[in-house]
Structure formats: structure tokens, C-alpha cells
Nanobody, 123 residues
Framework: VQLQACGGGLVQAGGSLRLSCAAS????????MGWFRQAPGKEREFVVT????????YYADSVKGRFTISRDNAKNTVYLQMNNLKPEDTAVYYC?????????????????WGQGTLVTVSS
């Protein structure tokens, strides 16, 4: 499985960005997808996850109400719509795939990772 994330960039506070993550593989639709982020000097942290079959989602409190995850199984792609961005959202954002149908929030529970895309929010 290979994951390719894109869509990062520089945006002012209050702005929006949409990240995309395209996955290879034939069984994408059955697997959990997640987004994590890592700010400079900090550990990688959970942002949001979505299951494959039911579309169940779970968000970190810090992004709830501002970020929305979605997936298009026909395109093997997961998206992260980020609205009302804040400077503290600045980080490298990683998509990840978990070879399970049960959502999870820790990095160790994900099996494959994309290369990361940088999001910078200026104040």
C-alpha cells in the first residue's frame, strides 16, 4: 500500500485548505483511514479517523467543528477539509491507513503512512 498526500500550503488564520490522500490497493474501502499531524518539536498527534464500511468518524477535540474528513472509495482517496484554521494548526499532516475496520487514534495502530504535507497558518 502506498499513500500520497497533497494539498498543504500557506494560509492566513481563518482560512481553509483541503488535503487529499490517494491510496493504492484494491481493498481501500474496507480499511480505516486517519490523519495525524506533527508540529516542530512535538510528537505526532491524532487529528481524525474514518472507518471504511460505515463511515464512522472520530475527531480530536482541537479540530472538532472545524475539520471534516471524507472519503471516496471509488477513487481510493480520503480528504481533510480544514476550515477556520489557526496558527496552532501549523504542522506536517500525515495520512495513514489501518488494516482493520475498527477506528483508532494512536500512531502505532496504523500500518501505512503517507509522506506528509506541510500546512502553515500565519497569524
Amino acid at each position: 500500500v502506498q499513500l500520497q498526500a497533497c494539498g498543504g500550503g500557506l494560509v492566513q488564520a481563518g482560512g481553509s485548505l483541503r488535503l487529499s490522500c490517494a491510496a493504492s490497493g484494491r481493498t481501500f474501502s474496507t480499511y480505516v483511514m486517519g490523519w495525524f499531524r506533527q508540529a516542530p518539536g512535538k510528537e505526532r498527534e491524532f487529528v481524525v479517523t474514518v472507518s471504511g464500511s460505515t463511515g464512522t468518524t472520530y475527531y480530536a477535540d482541537s479540530v472538532k467543528g472545524r475539520f471534516t474528513i471524507s472519503r471516496d472509495n471509488a477513487k481510493n482517496t480520503v480528504y481533510l477539509q480544514m476550515n477556520n484554521l489557526k496558527p496552532e494548526d501549523t504542522a506536517v499532516y500525515y495520512c495513514a491507513l489501518r488494516t482493520s475496520g475498527i477506528i483508532a487514534t494512536t500512531t502505532r495502530e496504523y500500518n501505512y503512512w503517507g509522506q506528509g504535507t506541510l500546512v502553515t497558518v500565519s497569524s
